[in-house]
Structure formats: structure tokens, C-alpha cells
Nanobody, 114 residues
């Protein structure tokens, strides 16, 4: 129901853009966002965007990552610039609906080499 794409390998300082499309079976989408989980660590919020466009970011990515969404396409994007090795993780898209349902994407791996 959530299809993520755009992960890959990049050198430090490079950029990647993640995309996540929600299928038509998901209704009343409120928040869309991205989380990440590095090996041996918990899954943490990276960025979130509301249906009205309000955003919030983890302190570690502020000024480097930009989240956006296309409500007509039910798609959320994460533009990641100035990537650092510590950004290496599996990135998961997340959707929270007004029906209080949470959906997770399958995860896409981002690897940043120094």
C-alpha cells in the first residue's frame, strides 16, 4: 500500500531523493513522513509533513533534508542533500490517517560512504 523508491549508495556530500506513493486504498491521509533505522538502533523520525504542509525535522537533518508532498498523487518525497555517513540507514515512509490508522512502507536502504 506504500511503495517507496530512491534509495541507494552515495558518497558523503552527495544527494538522494526518496519517494513514497500511497495506494488508492489509503483514505483520509493526515501526516506523511519518513523514519530511519540504522543497524542496532531504534527507528527514529526524520521528517514529517501534515496535509496542510506544516513540516518538522529531526535536528540532525535540519538544513540538509527537505520533505514535500503531492496530495493529488498521495506521494511524499524526501530530498536529502549534503549526506553524511551517519545518515546511512533503512528509510521507511509512514502515513497516518484521520481514521487513526498507521501504514509503513517496505523500507529503502541509503548508504553514505566517506
Amino acid at each position: 500500500q506504500l511503495q517507496a523508491s530512491g534509495g541507494g549508495s552515495v558518497q558523503a556530500g552527495g544527494s538522494l531523493r526518496l519517494s513514497c506513493a500511497a495506494s488508492g486504498s489509503i483514505f483520509s491521509i493526515a501526516h506523511m513522513g519518513w523514519y530511519r533505522q540504522a543497524p542496532g538502533k531504534e527507528r527514529d523520525l526524520v521528517a514529517r509533513i501534515t496535509s496542510g504542509g506544516t513540516t518538522n525535522y529531526a535536528d540532525s537533518v535540519k538544513g540538509r533534508f527537505t520533505i514535500s508532498r503531492d496530495n493529488a498523487k498521495n506521494t511524499v518525497y524526501l530530498q536529502m542533500n549534503s549526506l553524511k555517513p551517519e545518515d546511512t540507514a533503512v528509510y521507511y515512509c509512514n502515513v497516518f490517517t484521520r481514521l487513526l490508522t498507521t501504514y509503513w512502507g517496505q523500507g529503502t536502504l541509503v548508504t553514505v560512504s566517506s
